[in-house]
């Protein structure tokens, strides 16, 4: 299945959410905390952004997709569908 947007609608992937302790990886409970994604997919009538641009959401933000074709039935949290101007920021990986 693909994802085609429509309008100024974005599909992103959202990364999961992990804190680090040490040399240990946790996964990070519910919060209101910004999360980073990447754009997937965009609609025809988006300026801002391309796909695998990197961004950030409110934790809250767009639709929660829930499809088992994008294997994102029991993890809907990691699709979204958000209206361009939901997308708080872009972000580059310091490196």
Not at 37 to 66: C, N, P, Q, W
């Amino acid at each position: 299945m693909r994802i085609i947007p429509v309008g100024d609608s974005i599909y992103l992937e959202v990364l999961p959410m992990r804190e680090e302790q040490g040399l240990i990886k946790l996964p990070e409970v519910h919060s209101e905390r910004t999360r980073k994604a990447v754009v997937r997919a965009i609609g025809d009538e988006v300026k801002k952004y391309k796909v695998g641009d990197k961004v950030l959401i409110s934790y809250f933000t767009g639709t929660h997709l829930h499809l088992f074709e994008l294997n994102a039935y029991d993890k809907p949290d990691l699709h979204r569908i958000v209206r361009e101007d939901a997308i708080l920021a872009k972000y580059e990986d310091e490196g």
